[in-house]
């Protein structure tokens, strides 16, 4: 997959792919690219005839952060998520572009110019029916449509994704992890909520108390469940392990800093420096401060049994 930090230039290298090979675009933010963003790309790769390139326009950082700082959600997916959730998807390329003032400020007609018609110029655009778009959100699919047709461009507004009577949405999505209801989350994202990150040295605790952690360095914009312990699916070098990952601060060692760990059941080796994929998590208990490491360790051990089985999940 092909990948613009913003907008080519009206180069004739680029405009002689377009004219070769036109785009037809998606666009959103698409954080945790959920069952309703993937039901928008589907309908990108349907409506796109042979010889078109399917792409998504998104946003580097959530709009919030420009609209609303300090307030912005934290994120399903990071950037590198997103855009690895794009590929595997079967789009062909991703503008990345940074929401900022010059942006923010074009009206919706100037909008739909400066993205698709005059600078990439796609011939379809597909986005969901709830999409808003331009200065103050004044944009809505019903303008979207009139002003694409009227340039024979083509323009599908797609249903919102259904869950149990409400809508699939980023937002339900944040509210259970945040809610440690992982199963919730997978059934929304289509997909298994997941944490990467790479391992670097820790405390060593784990180790001399007989279950060696992974200390995971999670990017800060990534949303998390809340403190506990999890059981979980850790991925490295193409293999799957079950385990335990424990979020929080080891309150029992009066630690200060949040930190994410996990054991890996029946792994032997070391992983520092390596990357490592969580994957499956369901709550197990919350996190509390234990009498003493002896009661710790007895707890851990009740602990790993419930991942004795992966009938678990």
Not at 222 to 228: I, N
Not at 253 to 262: C, L
Request: aromatic share 8%.
């Amino acid at each position: 997959m092909k990948i613009y930090h913003g907008l080519p230039d009206h180069d004739a290298a680029y405009a002689a792919v377009r004219a070769a090979h036109p785009l037809v675009i998606a666009i959103g933010f698409f954080d945790g690219f959920h069952r309703g963003h993937r039901a928008i790309v589907r309908e990108l790769l349907r409506i796109r005839q042979p010889g078109e390139r399917a792409g998504v326009i998104t946003f580097r950082d959530h709009p919030a952060t420009f609209l609303r700082p300090g307030q912005e959600p934290p994120l399903v997916m990071t950037l590198e998520e997103r855009i690895n959730s794009f590929a595997r998807a079967g789009i062909d390329e991703a503008f990345v572009l940074p929401f900022d003032a010059p942006l923010a400020s074009l009206g919706p007609d100037a909008f739909l110019d400066q993205t698709l018609v005059l600078r990439i110029g796609a011939r379809a655009m597909v986005v969901g029916e709830n999409f808003r778009f331009g200065a103050k959100r004044a944009g809505d699919v019903a303008f979207a449509r009139a002003y694409l047709g009227e340039r024979g461009l083509r323009f599908v507004a797609v249903a919102n994704e259904d869950d149990d009577g409400e809508r699939v949405s980023s937002t339900r999505v944040r509210a259970a992890i945040a809610a440690a209801d992982l199963a919730t989350a997978d059934r929304l994202l289509g997909a298994a909520y997941s944490v990467r990150g790479r391992v670097v040295l820790g405390h060593g605790r784990g180790h001399d108390l007989g279950f060696p952690t992974a200390n995971i360095v999670v990017p800060a914009e990534k949303l998390l469940p809340p403190d506990g312990v999890y059981a979980a699916t850790g991925r490295h070098d193409g293999r799957d392990y079950r385990g335990l990952v424990s979020i929080g601060t080891n309150p029992t060692f009066d630690g200060s800093q949040r930190t994410v760990e996990m054991w890996l059941r029946d792994f032997t080796g070391s992983l520092y420096g390596e990357e490592l994929a969580v994957r499956d998590l369901r709550f197990v208990r919350g996190q509390r401060r234990f009498a003493s490491v002896e009661e710790l360790m007895e707890q851990m051990r009740a602990d790993a049994a419930t991942v004795r089985f992966p009938s678990f999940i």
